[in-house]
């Protein structure tokens, strides 16, 4: 990838997403400026939801995908595995990873099978191996993601494994499989339980967990004969599963509503979910108090409607708070700001707002607090919101418009001297008062019909410091007088002809388009994308002239 030349007395800067120089045209008719691979798949992947957007149907979306990961698993094996792992870890994005790993395998033994060899395991800035088996392994992270990457691959490739696939998959069932992550995930409702994945893979048990013996044998019995499996004696957290299952149904309330309750259902993994088939009854305050201190803090934030209206106490509920205002917590949870924001606007009470937004904030820890002058532009055309065009709607419940104006509103609260701006064919300033809240300053959003980013900026641009543009980059053209009288017609006018070269201008595309609405890779032009805020930090760290790098490669020498 480019970079800066730091050795020139004033750098040249460089994006990690970069334009090809070819044009083509965006969905709504201007010109749109084509990406290289590299680029078209990392915006591509960090925006993809396995779903319908405005303007591409998930098919399309996925077939573009794919076909990106492919082609880059043979050319540029040691970037794709990167970016793979980044996007399951520090990305927090499921389904791209899976897919793209399984895809990333597919294409390279393929090629393998037609040049009969190519490059073996190398490394990732001298460290991290891309093997074909360390990638499978690599972008599973939860216990029950094994058996999805083996639904994936024998409903798209059958039932043969390749051994890379067979031993990444074991490699992360060594990790992964242990009695609390067995009682979660191991459900009927899994097309592959993990007697299926043990079955298929042959894991043994890590050398450093000799337990996972008898926890292996445990899984395989719950999957062929379940009216004889025995959970080990050596697991306390499976036994005492059994033990509160082998209640008789009208004993089980007696033992939410013990002085203990909450302490015996921790103890055997007891999750909301589990509990309440396991009552057999309402949910009521009692029951959600006594699971609630071993719920997760997402958990938490999904359910507070539940709360109030079984009418949990404010003891209860100070507890939750005080989670929701531990920035370690939110840490843990992993939760994008965009959800933080999606519990606050459900929460039916007051008594959450505060630490929820507390809870917003500590999630933009990465937001960057921007010197001087900063124009902040957010697209609430049509196309960022369900409903206007979906054949089917958006699987986020979550809109676009929603996530971008969070992200607007949180670079505007902790600019410097900052223009907040809502545009689609027509564009607003919104009021960012001094010490404001997030919250409120998203709440004061609204929609506006069609998208004209050039015309945007045009109306605000005012020897600003920098740009930063929040949108699916999905422009009409900007149409100008062909010169400052007016005279000679009227023509497409780009961001390039209204902003001047020093001048950064930061692209964030929330749904990764094929087609950018500015070439960049060069010259203070900069394109991001996708649904989580990491790349903000990557403003800073142009501006003060150091390399532009991908997100993984961030801190490598």
């Known amino acids: 990838m480019s970079r800066f030349n730091t050795r020139t007395a004033r750098p040249t800067t460089s994006s990690p ?10 969905h709504e008719g201007a010109t749109g400026h084509l990406r290289d691979a590299r680029s078209e798949l990392f915006v591509l992947a960090i925006s993809h939801f396995l779903a319908d957007t405005f303007y591409e149907n998930a098919k399309e979306r996925d077939d573009r995908f794919e076909r990106l990961v492919r082609q880059l698993a043979v050319e540029d094996p040691a970037w794709t595995a990167g970016l793979l792992g980044w996007l399951r870890g520090e990305g927090n994005m499921r389904s791209a990873a899976l897919v793209g790993a399984a895809e990333f395998v597919k294409a390279r033994l393929d090629a393998e099978q037609a040049v009969a060899r190519i490059p073996g395991p190398a490394a990732i800035d001298g460290a991290v191996p891309y093997s074909n088996r360390a990638v499978i392994a ?14 994936y691959w024998t409903t798209k490739y059958g039932r043969r494994l390749p051994k890379p696939v067979k031993r990444g998959i074991a490699d992360a069932v060594q990790r992964l499989y242990n009695g609390k992550s067995l009682l979660k995930y191991d459900t009927a409702s899994k097309g592959y339980r993990f007697g299926d994945v043990l079955n298929l893979v042959h894991a043994a048990p890590a050398p450093e967990k000799p337990w996972q013996g008898d926890l292996f044998q445990y899984a395989l019995d719950r999957r062929h004969n379940p009216d004889d499996a025995v959970p080990p004696a050596s697991n306390r957290m499976l036994t005492a599963r059994q033990e509160l299952l082998a209640l008789p149904v009208q004993e089980r309330r007696a033992v939410v509503t013990a002085s203990d309750g909450a302490e015996r259902l921790a103890a055997a993994g007891m999750t909301w979910e589990s509990l309440a088939g396991w009552l057999q009854g309402p949910m009521d305050a009692v029951a959600w108090e006594a699971v609630i201190p071993s719920m997760g803090v997402m958990a938490l934030a999904r359910n507070l409607r539940n709360f109030d209206e079984a009418a949990v106490s404010d003891a209860v509920a100070a507890r939750v708070v005080a989670r929701f205002a531990d920035p370690e917590e939110v840490r843990r949870s992993r939760m994008f700001p965009f959800r933080w924001w999606a519990a606050y606007k459900h929460a039916p009470s007051l008594r959450w707002g505060h630490a ?17 002058r900063t124009l902040i532009l957010v697209d609430r055309s049509p196309s960022m919101f369900p409903g206007y065009g979906f054949s089917t ?14 992200f607007g509103a949180a670079l505007a609260v902790r600019a410097q001297d900052p223009t907040l701006v809502e545009f689609g064919m027509r564009s607003a300033r919104v009021d960012v008062p001094k010490g404001g809240s997030v919250l409120r300053l998203i709440e004061k959003f609204g929609q506006i019909d069609g998208t004209d980013i050039p015309s945007a900026v045009k109306a605000h641009f005012d020897g600003h410091d920098r740009i930063v543009v929040v949108t699916d980059e999905q422009t009409r053209p ?7 009288h007016g005279y000679g017609g009227m023509r497409e006018t780009e961001i390039d002809d209204l902003v001047p070269r020093n001048v950064p201008v930061y692209m964030w595309n929330m749904a990764g388009y094929r087609a950018g609405t500015a070439p960049t890779g060069s010259g203070n032009r900069h394109a991001f994308g996708g649904l989580t805020d990491h790349a903000f930090r990557m403003i800073p760290l142009l501006e003060r002239g150091r390399d532009a790098r991908w997100p993984w490669q961030e801190g490598a020498a």
């Open 478 to 484: 900007g149409w100008f007088p062909s010169n400052a």
């Open 17 to 26: 997403v970069t334009t090809t120089g070819e044009t083509t045209r965006t």
């Open 393 to 406: 709607p958006n699987k986020s419940d979550i809109p676009l418009a929603e996530q971008a104006a969070v």
């Open 138 to 151: 690599s972008v599973l992270q939860r216990a029950d993601e094994p058996g999805e990457m083996l639904g």
């Open 356 to 372: 929820l937004e507390q809870a917003l904030n500590h999630s933009l820890s990465n937001v960057p607090r921007l010197g001087g």
